[in-house]
């Protein structure tokens, strides 16, 4: 298995509701992302978890909240999020502790109404 | 502040032609240079680089790096309708991946 997967493909969510993306991967990688990539621009860092751990948080706001209950799964939980949080999210995971070859799910497609 | 810049911004040539990404860079403690090639969703991994000098190949697309003028060039040869897509060039350090703004690349029929 040589690939990240991301459900849901697409969320659609009011700026009251509560809701997670997952992200999950079973080829033994230790480190894993999130990225937020607005239309027409590069994906943005949000966090980066190694060995389950958070070790980057890139000043994201707390109504973003990860989660990375093993070493195959990882959650973005979503609370009272703005419509300006709608984007791409993108997870990815690599062999290495930080940054080595990054390998990207398909994303989930995030509208905030 | 760590940056990295791609050039050109968009490109449009026609296939079978040979195209040059350009890719510049300040970062600090720089650890390797990431290419990616994006269409409509994920981004997908092309090549890392960390050695100066050194290029990497793969089918018709190759890069090299320049650790002493902080630059990368990304060669697409003999350019096809399926290599339209964006190009993303990203910068590792120690604890960050920075990312240019891409060249978006259209090949025309």
Redesign the interface.
Known sequence: DTEVTQTPKHLVMGMTNKKSLKCEQHMGHRAMYWYKQKAK?????MF?YSYEKL??N?SVPSRFSPECPNSSLLNLHLHALQPEDSA?Y?CASSTGT??????????TRLTVL | EDKVVQSPLSLVVHEGDTVTLNCSYEVTNFRSLLWYKQEKKAPTFLFMLTSSGIEKKSGRLSSILDKKELFSILNITATQTGDSAIYLCAVKGNDKIIFGKGTRLHILP
């Open positions: 621009k590069p994906p943005e860092l980066v070790s980057i890139e791409l993108l930080s940054f080595h070859e990054q390998f990207f799910g398909p994303g």
